[in-house]
């Protein structure tokens, strides 16, 4: 067993030392990725009353910009951007009022990145990657319909957000890389309950998610 693992380390030397190097020819590191998201529910619940229902539409749209530059031939500090738009649309079943409840979330970062490639062949490598700073968040909800009126709330809120994840990529060409990456948040924020002709309420914030994106690097 032992003789095998050795046999297996020697073999792949040359391919990891020869990949490791490569990035050697780079000084910076240019990405966008994103994320889509659709969906919709129709839901019916049995009332003594009789059958009531709703339908919801749902959104999602997700896109990050993380550039850098090598510190070393494998650690990257850069900055990232990521910006998130949440739509959702909301309506009983049957619904011969016309009421509707539309919902809108936007959430936007910025902040440093850290990253450290860890190349696994001459095209095929994995990083590992985190990036820490200030979060914006706002959240957006009208009713309208002739039952309900006009009923605008507005939730905004900011504060301290961590990004942390790893991620494939795949060297298309010599500067053109194809990445997936999976990454968790997590964000504190406060901020303000606003309804137009009432006073504020503060608003304490903790928020968690898991991000899925897709995309390229540009390396030079």
């Known amino acids: 067993m032992r003789s095998a693992v050795l046999l297996a380390l020697l073999l792949l030397m040359p391919a ?3 990949s490791q190097g490569f990035m050697r020819f780079y000084r910076m590191t240019y990405g966008l990725s994103g994320f889509y998201l659709t969906g919709s529910s129709d839901t019916d619940i049995d009332f003594v009353t009789g059958r009531e229902g709703a339908v919801m539409d749902r959104d999602v749209f ?52 850290f990253r450290l490639y860890q190349m696994m062949t001459m095209r095929w490598f994995l990083y590992p990657e985190v ?13 309208t319909g002739l039952n309900l009126g006009n009923l605008p709330r507005t939730i905004t809120a900011r504060g301290f957000a961590v990004n942390a994840g790893a991620g494939f990529g795949y060297l298309l060409t010599r ?45 030079m």
């Open 175 to 219: 500067n053109v890389i194809f990445d997936v990456s999976a990454r968790y948040m997590r964000a504190w924020r406060d901020g303000e309950y606003e309804v137009p002709g009432t006073a504020d309420v503060d608003v304490d914030m903790t928020e968690w998610d898991l991000q899925l994106l897709v995309g390229f690097q540009l390396l």
């Open 131 to 143: 990036s820490l700073g200030y979060t914006h968040f706002v959240s957006e909800i009208q009713e």
């Open 16 to 18: 990891i030392s020869s």
């Open 62 to 113: 997700r896109v990050s910009s993380r550039n850098g530059f090598f510190v070393t031939r494998n650690f990257v500090i850069g900055a990232e951007v990521n910006w998130e738009q949440v739509l959702e649309d909301s309506r009983p079943d049957p619904n011969p009022g016309g009421n509707s409840v539309e919902g809108f979330e936007r959430r936007v970062f910025i902040g440093p990145l």
